[in-house]
């Protein structure tokens, strides 16, 4: 009667002990020496199968250097045996199977002391094999007097501790990644906001119109043509907005498969599909009591806009496969170089979603629309090539900037950022101790040096009658002759003209080519 209620109070606390927090190395000290004060044995230890390997979690009455340890199931007969079987396993003292544990008992440094009595189980859950429990003595007849009953007892609290301790861990790791991936994002958008470049009267409004809806949890439309520099826009409303120390939550919405896009979206849980072999937060869900940025939101399918809307109206998300609703609290920035009201017209997107995204439009104008901030983003990006590039000045020609001032930019500030780093790039190595960007480097249409005495550049930007006319001309002459070289294929033409296909035919539609 006395050692039933020893073991019964030993359960309690195990039981007691799963409901606690405590690091898991002392909840599973905890149990086997539980088990230990109220068992007759001189060792118990608690194991963990991982990836078909034993690894000890605790033990008392084992050489400490056990933990070191890792016990491969098949050089160890006898933890083989305990694994495969469903019940507690006893090993009688005559059998020939190695003990493993023989030499590890505590204050047996000469290895004397071998284990006379041994019996182990396997620990399940949910019919998963997550380990075994052993238990080891001296005296051959230690466990005559004990239940198999007794042994499943413990064995089962000692799988559950095992997996609530390892479920914890996951919880703790998905929340530290989280918790990573939120400080990653709000650290970049720190850097980066401010780099709106430029104090051009369109760029001075752009500030006001972000300074006016920052601090507000407005949806915000970003509106612009392809390279305008929505994204940083976008960052630089969420650093001013009230939620700037929480996450901004970036998806793109025209590199989301659509086959995944809603799990992209809203999450999912394990088996909800092929591949979803775990569950999964969301970007809605990360983005909770922060900012979700959705670029290009133009392409996004018009089966999930019906689900975006709900969660936008309404505040609930649903993970795939998941019947519980989700309250997310989300301020939404979405971007897109379509204008979306003809796409509204045309039946690609949805007009309530539309005009729920469209409370607070923000345009940010074309490069050509503020060509006076040209000469300072040059100087900015020449800067970020000097860096990128290891180089200790970058020096524009003489002739250089008349000739980027005489080009209309289709890419508009990305092309800009990219044409000087390639440019900087040629021009260090024709003269590595003093780099200076020739116009040649640029690779621009009338953008070379003309050193006949008294000649002026072509690309020298006078305003002279008719200039941009002339410009024009010239540039479909260049388009027409390089898709008649390229049989009307534009990807050729535009390879041959050093263009991006999307900004060669915008371009060339704009010129009535």
Not at 218 to 247: D, M
Not at 409 to 435: C, I, M, T, Y
Request: with cysteine.
């Amino acid at each position: 009667m006395r050692f039933q209620k020893a073991i019964d109070r030993a359960l309690w606390q195990i039981a007691v002990d799963l409901s606690n927090t405590m690091p898991g190395e002392v909840q599973f000290q905890r149990l086997v020496t539980a088990i230990g004060s109220v068992l007759p044995c001189d060792a118990v230890s608690l194991m963990h199968l991982q990836e078909g390997t034993l690894v000890p979690m605790a033990s008392i009455g084992l050489a400490p250097d056990l933990m070191g340890r890792r016990f491969d199931p098949v050089a160890h007969p006898r933890l083989r045996a305990i694994l495969q079987a469903g019940n507690p396993v006893r090993f009688p003292a005559d059998s020939d199977l190695p003990d493993p544990f023989d030499g590890l008992l505590t204050g047996d440094a000469e290895g004397e002391k071998r284990v006379h009595a041994c019996l182990g189980c396997s620990l399940h859950v949910d019919r998963e094999l997550v380990g075994i429990l052993t238990l080891d003595a001296l005296d051959e007849h230690a466990f005559d007097d004990v239940h198999d009953s007794t042994i499943g007892a413990f064995a089962a609290l000692a799988a559950a501790t095992l997996r609530n301790v390892a479920l914890i861990r996951a919880l703790e790791q998905a929340s530290e990644r989280q918790r990573a991936i939120a400080r990653d994002l709000m650290q970049e958008a720190f850097r980066r906001e401010g780099n709106l470049i430029g104090n051009g009267r369109a760029m001075r409004y752009l500030r006001q119109e972000i300074a006016a809806v920052a601090t507000t949890d407005l949806a915000v439309l970003i509106t612009g043509e392809t390279g305008t520099g929505k994204e940083l826009v976008a960052r630089t409303v969420h650093a001013q907005s009230n939620r700037s120390e929480q996450a901004l939550v970036q998806i793109n919405c025209a590199a989301l498969p659509e086959s995944v896009a809603e799990s992209e979206l809203f999450g999912h849980r394990k088996g909800a599909f092929t591949g979803a072999v775990a569950d999964r937060a969301g970007k809605f869900e990360l983005a909770h009591g922060g900012t979700l940025f959705l670029d290009e939101i133009g392409e996004l399918p018009l089966n999930l806009q019906a689900k975006l809307l709900r969660a936008l109206q309404q505040g609930e998300i649903q993970r795939v496969g998941a019947d519980r609703i989700i309250r997310v609290d989300v301020r939404l920035i979405a971007a897109t170089n379509r204008d979306l009201s003809h796409e509204v017209a045309a039946g690609r997107f949805r007009s309530d979603l539309y005009h729920r995204l469209h409370v607070y439009p923000i345009a940010v104008p074309p490069l050509r629309e503020h060509r006076e901030d040209l000469a300072v983003l040059a100087g900015y990006f020449l800067d970020q090539a000097r860096h990128k590039l290891g180089i200790t000045r970058i020096d524009l020609h003489a002739q250089t900037f008349p000739a980027l001032a005489a080009y209309d930019w289709p890419g508009n500030v990305r092309e800009l950022e990219h044409l000087l780093l390639r440019a900087s790039l040629k021009a260090a190595q024709r003269d590595p101790d003093r780099v200076v960007v020739r116009p040649d480097d640029l690779g621009l249409p009338f953008a070379s040096i003309d050193e006949r005495p008294g000649a002026i550049a072509v690309a020298s930007g006078l305003p002279a009658a008719g200039f941009r006319e002339v410009v024009e001309t010239y540039q479909r002459q260049l388009i027409s002759a390089a898709l008649r070289d390229s049989g009307g294929n534009w990807t050729q033409a535009a390879r041959r003209l050093g263009l991006d296909r999307a900004n060669l035919q915008r371009l060339a539609r704009r010129l009535g080519v």
